[in-house]
């Protein structure tokens, strides 16, 4: 018997060239925009830019030419997905600092915002103690049971080689983890649950960059007309004026 893995989810990952000179200056930069705030605000939760109105990043001079960088290997995701260029939009709808101090996290969460999520790394060395990004499956469907994959004494051996010599972990793994490596970009549906684990590293914070994304119908339609499911380009549309009081 062979298994076959199926409905795989695209994780994206570019490991670019890190400029140390750059990545002095952008950190530095993302702590004079942090001020003198150190948390979300609980001490033990990383400082990020969204929750404190710093989620443009693109428009700051200092951040623009990293991130127009970035944008280019977003355009190779989709396309590796089989996305057609002329038939779409992307905006870049927010994007945002994440500083974690030792001892911070940040907490499991999706965005429903977008439909597209990615992380840039200015520093970490791969080993993972400065915190992993972790991604979870939205379910669990090889362990046919609900639970049976994650919950105490269950009955799927961890050790278990199947018919294809892949353990038990792979078919039914509970999560992955990246670990931050300085110039890494990492890509996945904005839809996937993810968190950031605790930075172990008392000497060092960990420095990222979050971005979203959302596609749209091009502004102008092709020869083929609208695409059904992805919605009007947003220059035309309009916004409603608030109710009257």
């Not at 003198?36 to 939760?45: G, M």
Request: charged fraction near 15%.
């Amino acid at each position: 018997m062979t298994l076959q893995p199926l409905f795989p989810v695209a994780l994206g990952q570019v490991a670019l060239p890190a400029d140390p000179l750059e990545g002095a200056l952008l950190m530095r930069a993302m702590l004079a925009l942090r001020g003198e705030a150190e948390s979300n605000p609980d001490p033990l939760c990383a400082w990020t830019g969204d929750l404190n109105g710093v989620d443009q990043l693109q428009r700051d001079a200092a951040f623009a030419p990293l991130i127009s960088r970035l944008e280019g290997h977003v355009w190779t995701y989709l396309q590796a997905l089989g996305f057609d260029p002329a038939a779409l939009a992307l905006h870049l709808q927010r994007c945002w600092p994440v500083v974690g101090e030792a001892g911070q996290v940040v907490g499991r969460h999706h965005h429903p915002n977008a439909h597209l999520s990615a992380v840039y790394y200015l520093n970490g060395d791969g080993s993972g103690r400065s915190g992993c990004l972790r991604l979870w499956p939205q379910r669990q469907y090889n362990e046919l049971v609900p639970g049976l994959a994650v919950g105490h004494g269950g009955p799927i051996r961890a050790d278990h080689a199947g018919p294809n010599h892949a353990g038990a972990q792979q078919w039914n793994a509970p999560w992955f983890d990246v670990a931050p490596r300085a110039g890494l970009l990492v890509l996945f549906p904005a839809c996937i649950d993810h968190a950031v684990l605790e930075n172990n590293d008392d000497d060092d914070r960990r420095f990222s960059i979050s971005m979203d994304f959302v596609l749209t119908a091009p502004a102008e339609p092709s020869a083929g007309g609208r695409p059904e499911y992805l919605a009007p380009h947003p220059g035309g549309w309009q916004q409603v004026a608030g109710p009257v009081s």
